[in-house]
């Protein structure tokens, strides 16, 4: 079973940073980083977005996290980023980075099982 695995979570006071990774495994898929999404969850609320690439392949962000995260990858490593910066209180979630791989001209959607960010204040 293909899924991609996300890293780099953890406990940060407010203010500070953590860098996630999200990593699509070696397939049969292909797979670009400019289609990986990170989304968040946090108890009680839904999962939203939180940064992705537009179809132009422009950085989007939520409001709410604009100024201070910065969605990127590395093609040649299979990986996705979100570095997060000036961290608050209200970050805190279980982030999800999900993409596309392709596969004879289909794109196939894949999910990440999260990863745990908690900023204290």
């Known amino acids: 079973q293909v899924e991609v695995v996300e890293s780099g979570g953890g406990l940060v006071q407010a203010g500070g940073s953590l860098r996630l990774s999200c990593l699509a495994p070696?397939?049969?898929?292909?797979?670009?980083?400019?289609?990986m999404a990170w989304y968040r969850q946090s108890p009680g609320n839904e999962r939203e977005l939180v940064a992705a690439f537009t179809s132009d392949g422009t950085p989007d962000y939520a409001d709410s996290v604009k100024g201070r995260f910065t969605i990127s990858g590395d093609n040649a490593e299979n990986t996705g980023y979100l570095q997060m910066n000036s961290l608050k209180p209200e970050d805190t979630a279980v982030y999800y980075c999900s993409a596309e791989g392709r596969l004879h001209g289909r794109g196939y959607q894949f999910w990440g099982r999260g990863t745990q960010v908690t900023v204290s204040s």
């Open positions: 070696k397939s049969i898929f292909t797979f670009d980083t400019k289609s």
